[in-house]
């Protein structure tokens, strides 16, 4: 079993940054695929970003290529999102999830509300 909690959210101006952290217990994280997703109200929740827990490769949503960076550090059990030149439309309850490579997201955080004021 792997708990995922999320923190870092909060309000920030469009084009101010933010940076989410996601930190595991109960299991290492380091075999584990790793991913942002958010939902905002009204709306499904949606892939952000994804880092592999083998060669580290990251994939991004368009819509927030250039602007985000997740990165892990399997020494700590965590796992980031660098949110830069942020716009409303990324307001959003961001979640963190964990899943072993050819599985699906087994494990999610609660998540962590991010606000971006025009």
């Known amino acids: 079993q792997v708990q995922l909690v999320e923190s870092g959210g909060g309000l920030a101006q469009a084009g101010g940054s933010l940076r989410l952290s996601c930190a595991a217990s109960g299991r290492t994280l380091r075999m584990y695929n790793m991913a942002w997703f958010r939902q905002a109200p009204g709306k499904e929740r949606e892939f952000v970003a994804a880092?592999?827990?083998?060669?580290?490769?990251?994939y991004y949503t368009d819509s927030v290529k250039g602007r985000f960076t997740i990165s892990r550090e399997n020494a700590k059990n965590t796992v980031y999102l660098e949110m830069n030149s942020l716009k409303p439309e990324d307001t959003a309850v961001y979640y963190c999830?964990?899943?072993?490579?050819?599985?699906?997201?087994?494990?999610w955080g609660q998540g962590t509300q991010v606000t971006v004021s025009s």
């Open positions: 999830a964990a899943g072993e490579a050819g599985s699906s997201w087994d494990y």
């Open positions: 880092v592999t827990w083998r060669m580290g490769s990251t």
